[in-house]
């Protein structure tokens, strides 16, 4: 009976030798392989999809900012349109604050005063290239650079 066999093998049938040596990771090589080429795609897939949850959490602040515009200007009816994107810069998310809302435009119609039960209307517009982390397009993706959103409210008739 051959010593070195049995000292390597400890008395185990040979096949449990093999699972022991792929479970220690036997075969480590061919795993970097595999996570070198994987690697680079996670990684683009995870950036763009970053890029495009900044984007969307933009716009979903960009709508309630603009809800809040419509609402203020539905109130205070005589308001103007200074005073209701200053409102909307004072109550908006830090995303479409920043920069004091210089990405920020909205327009008011039907200019001021607008009388009870008659509609007023905000539309906003945001300039999402201060929030690109990619180059744009990247790969070929492109990304929205500018947000806008409407909203309109029935004036309630009080004055400033």
Same mark, same amino acid.
């Given at each position: 009976?051959?010593?070195?066999?049995?000292?390597?093998?400890?008395?185990?049938?040979?096949?449990?030798?093999?699972?022991?040596?792929?479970?220690?990771?036997?075969?480590?090589? /061919?795993?970097?392989?595999?996570?070198?080429?994987?690697?680079?795609?996670?990684?683009?897939?995870?950036?763009?999809?970053? /890029?495009?949850?900044?984007?969307?959490?933009?716009? +979903?602040?960009?709508?309630?900012?603009?809800? /809040?515009?419509?609402?203020?200007?539905?109130?205070?009816?005589?308001?103007?349109?200074?005073?209701? /994107?200053?409102?909307?810069?004072?109550?908006?998310?830090?995303?479409?604050?920043?920069?004091?809302?210089?990405? +920020?435009?909205?327009?008011?119609?039907?200019?001021?005063?607008?009388?009870?039960?008659?509609?007023?209307?905000?539309?906003?517009?945001?300039?999402?290239?201060?929030?690109?982390?990619?180059?744009?397009?990247?790969?070929?993706?492109?990304?929205?650079?500018?947000?806008?959103?409407?909203?309109?409210?029935?004036?309630?008739?009080?004055?400033?």
């Amino acid at each position: 009976m051959n010593t070195n066999i049995d000292r390597k093998s400890k008395g185990r049938p040979p096949r449990f030798d093999a699972l022991v040596r792929r479970l220690r990771g036997g075969s480590s090589a /061919q795993s970097v392989i595999e996570f070198a080429f994987a690697l680079p795609v996670v990684l683009i897939l995870l950036l763009v999809g970053i /890029q495009f949850a900044i984007i969307g959490e933009a716009s +979903l602040a960009l709508g309630q900012v603009n809800y /809040q515009g419509a609402r203020y200007a539905a109130v205070y009816t005589n308001s103007t349109q200074a005073q209701v /994107q200053s409102y909307m810069l004072s109550v908006a998310s830090p995303t479409i604050a920043a920069n004091g809302g210089a990405y +920020l435009t909205s327009t008011l119609s039907p200019a001021p005063p607008c009388t009870y039960g008659s509609s007023v209307t905000v539309s906003v517009s945001f300039n999402a290239n201060s929030l690109m982390a990619l180059p744009n397009p990247f790969l070929g993706i492109p990304f929205p650079t500018t947000l806008t959103s409407s909203e309109s409210a029935f004036c309630e008739g009080s004055t400033n």
